[in-house]
């Protein structure tokens, strides 16, 4: 690195640079990276060896006939990342002002996954399109259906069990993460190392509604792990009442794991070493087939959560 002189990456990087590390670091064949970018493979390689002249080290090591990056063309591929989700997200924002999207996104959500993707993808979509209205109604899956059937909602985003094909209806998997077990730092088993579900199913519980769909898949899950479902709930949709319930009573629940992560990390909650498995953890949008072809605003808020799902994508506008 003792060649790389200050400001000479930004005389001298293109944006073939930045696509051909990127595209290195994803898929390690120069075959693969000539292909996604529609150029021949000699002109990939000298594309890496202008990098490795510019940054003045190596950025690659080869094994056979694959690509290893090294940590310098590792953080490298890094910057060149969020480069390039940054141009595309620029590119997006502006072409969705240009086109002057307007009207109203009317959205059913379960609350488990609420404020997991609505706070980014609302924020990316006022930003693109100041003139659209957004209007959000939180429930669970059972009571949102039917509104979205009878054409009030353009939009439900819930957390699938058992997910099937439903007549005039499209769906797509937003995203993909495990629920796990959660307690407040002064709970009896918040300490412990170990667990038993059937030590667990003796504490009181806060879970889903009786009659919603997640109801009926924690009840599924406790018999599968060989026990009864818990006598002693409460039953609760609200996220904020059972973060304070669960700090306030000796009580336990479940949150999606990056919620839980973070009140973990302010010190409101501890996760408990139980095994939830892929229970409920795959969330589904859902809509009206034809939906997004007759509502511009909607057809952008769609483009804007698959900005902001948990796989990355870019989903360019138009």
């Known amino acids: 690195m003792a060649n790389l002189q200050r400001g000479s990456l930004v005389r001298q990087l293109t944006l073939r640079h930045l696509r051909v590390i990127h595209g290195l670091a994803e898929h390690r064949l120069v075959a ?3 292909a996604e970018l529609n150029v021949t493979q000699p002109a990939v390689s ?34 060149a990342r969020q480069v390039l989700n940054q ?12 086109s002057g999207v307007a009207g109203t996104v009317n ?36 009571s949102l259906y039917p509104r979205l059937d009878a054409g009030q909602f353009d939009l439900l985003i819930a957390r699938t069990w058992q997910p099937q094909d439903l ?37 009181p519980w806060i879970l889903p509604q009786p009659d919603s769909v997640a109801r ?24 904020s009442l059972n973060l304070e319930l669960l700090q306030q009573m000796p009580t336990l629940g479940m949150f ?3 919620l839980a992560k973070a009140h973990v990390a302010r010190g409101d909650l501890v996760v408990l ?11 589904r949008c859902f809509w009206k087939t034809g939906g997004q072809q007759n509502n511009s605003a909607f057809a952008l808020f769609m483009k804007c959560l698959g900005q902001v799902s948990e796989h990355g994508q870019t989903i360019p506008f138009g």
Do not use: Y
Not at 116 to 128: E, G, R
Not at 216 to 239: H, K, Q, Y
Not at 273 to 283: I, K, N, R, V
């Open 107 to 142: 959205i059913g959500v379960v609350s488990s996954v609420a404020p997991i993707v609505l706070p980014q993808a609302i924020t990316l979509f006022k930003n693109a399109a100041p003139n659209a209205s957004l209007s959000i109604t939180e429930g669970h899956f059972v």
């Open 46 to 79: 000298k594309q890496i060896a202008e990098l490795e002249e510019i940054v003045g080290t190596p950025i690659i090591r080869r094994e056979r006939n694959r690509l290893h990056l090294t940590p310098v063309g590792r953080r490298l591929a890094d910057h």
């Open 273 to 283: 070493p139980l095994d939830t498995g892929d229970f409920l953890s795959e969330a």
């Open 256 to 258: 999606p794991q990056s």
């Open 216 to 239: 009926r898949a924690v009840d599924a899950m406790f018999a599968e792990r060989g026990v009864t479902p818990p006598g002693n709930t409460i039953s609760s949709l609200s996220l």
């Open 167 to 203: 007549e005039g209806i499209d769906q797509t998997v937003l995203l993909t993460e495990p629920l796990v077990v959660v307690a407040g730092r002064n709970h009896p088993l918040a300490k412990m190392a170990e667990i038993a579900w059937i030590e667990a199913v003796r504490w």
């Open 32 to 34: 693969r990276v000539s």
């Open 87 to 98: 141009l595309d997200r620029a590119e997006f924002d502006l072409q969705a002002m240009a």
